[in-house]
């Protein structure tokens, strides 16, 4: 079975710019989560979606925002992007029914730098 | 809030030795749980180990176990028989018991050398 799957693994936007990342889910897993992690610093949560509902959002500016699609897929999208943007994007995904003890599975990021 | 602390920036330890990775963390909570997660190269994270804070048994999975301290709040790992393959970032997270949203709170790593 596929894992957690994102793209692009890389990507290079300019200040002010808008940009999608997008994430694929493991099979049968109904829950993505964004997380953000800056260089040298451990992942920050930014939000949890499951069955296409937000159910938690971390402290980020609403420049962020984020959907879920019927297929489970997810796609994080940053506005007006900042230098302090730049960042390795996770998304992680879960069965999504047991809530705080489920298993995550990681991808491996995209690297996002804003220039 | 939470708070994870992980204060070695940097371990190395020789293969076949045991190595302790140290984490502290904050919490009024009563009820969470504790993970550690590791991130090679491959920017992949992988959960290692984790531990329910209701428990009082340490967590082992092969050659990783915790030390757990509930009252100190302290969560350390121990990696037996290193491995060069065991080379990453450790990452210590905290979630609260229940919480909806998959909300891991992480300490800022320590990088783990294996050396030969």
């Known amino acids: 079975d596929a894992g957690v799957t994102q793209s692009p693994t890389h990507l290079i936007k300019t200040r002010g710019q808008q940009v999608t990342l997008r994430c694929s889910p493991i099979?049968?897993?109904?829950?993505v989560s964004w997380y953000q992690q800056v260089l040298g610093q451990g992942p920050q949560f930014i939000f949890q979606?499951?069955?296409?509902?937000?159910?938690g959002r971390g402290n980020f500016p609403d420049r962020f925002s984020a959907r879920q699609f019927p297929n489970y897929s997810s796609e994080l999208n940053v506005n007006a992007l900042l230098l302090g943007d730049s960042a390795l994007y996770l998304c992680?995904?879960?069965?999504?029914?047991?809530?705080?003890?489920?298993?995550?599975?990681f991808g491996s990021g995209t690297q996002l730098s804003v220039l | 809030a939470q708070t994870v602390t992980q204060s070695q920036p940097e371990m190395s330890v020789q293969e076949a030795e045991t190595v302790t990775l140290s984490c502290t963390y904050d919490?009024?909570?009563?009820?969470?749980?504790l993970f550690w997660y590791k991130q090679p190269p491959s920017r992949q994270m992988i959960l290692v180990i984790r531990?329910?804070?209701?428990?009082?048994q340490n967590a082992t999975e092969n050659r990783f176990s915790v030390n757990f301290q509930k009252a100190a709040k302290s969560f350390s790992l121990k990696i037996s028989d290193s491995q060069l393959g065991d080379t990453a970032m450790y990452f210590c997270?905290?979630?609260?018991?229940?919480?909806?949203?998959?909300?891991?709170?992480f300490g800022a790593g320590t990088i783990l050398r294996v050396k030969s």
């Open positions: 099979s049968g897993h109904k829950s």
């Open positions: 979606y499951y069955e296409k509902e937000e159910r």
């Open positions: 919490t009024s909570e009563n009820n969470y749980y």
């Open positions: 997270a905290f979630m609260k018991h229940a919480e909806y949203g998959n909300k891991l709170v």
């Open positions: 992680a995904s879960s069965l999504g029914t047991v809530p705080g003890f489920e298993k995550l599975f």
């Open positions: 531990q329910e804070a209701y428990k009082q």
